[in-house]
């Protein structure tokens, strides 16, 4: 098993930054892809961000794309999503999720999840 704790979110104004953190217990991150997504209210959840295990791929959701960065320190068995010039839309609750696999953007297949932190981007 796997425990994922996020962190980092908060109330900024549109065009602040903010860097999330996701800290597991239980096991190594180091042999899973790891991914960020959001679910606003009455939304579906969205995929923002993955890395491989190895830190050696990462993929990104067209809206997030040159403002967001994903990024993980495996020593520290955490994961880590700098996000830059945030927009109102931004506003979500931000899940970090493992996987065994290389799923990418099919939050259905991540095995584990964290209970989310808010993030609210003032206008």
């Known amino acids: 098993q796997v425990q994922l704790v996020e962190s980092g979110g908060g109330l900024v104004q549109a065009g602040g930054s903010l860097r999330l953190s996701c800290a597991a217990s239980?096991?190594?991150?180091?042999?899973?892809?790891m991914g960020w997504f959001r679910q606003a209210p009455g939304k579906e959840r969205e995929f923002v961000a993955t890395?491989?295990?190895?830190?050696?791929?990462?993929y990104y959701a067209d809206s997030v794309k040159g403002r967001f960065t994903i990024s993980r320190d495996n020593a520290k068995n955490t994961v880590y999503l700098q996000m830059n010039s945030l927009r109102p839309e931004d506003t979500a609750v931000y899940y970090c999720?493992?996987?065994?696999?290389?799923?990418?953007?099919?939050?259905?297949?991540?095995?584990?999840w964290g209970q989310g932190t808010q993030v609210t981007v003032s206008s």
């Open positions: 999720a493992a996987s065994e696999g290389w799923p990418i953007s099919a939050w259905r297949s991540y095995d584990y």
């Open positions: 239980g096991r190594t991150l180091s042999s899973y892809a």
């Open positions: 890395i491989r295990w190895s830190g050696s791929s990462t």
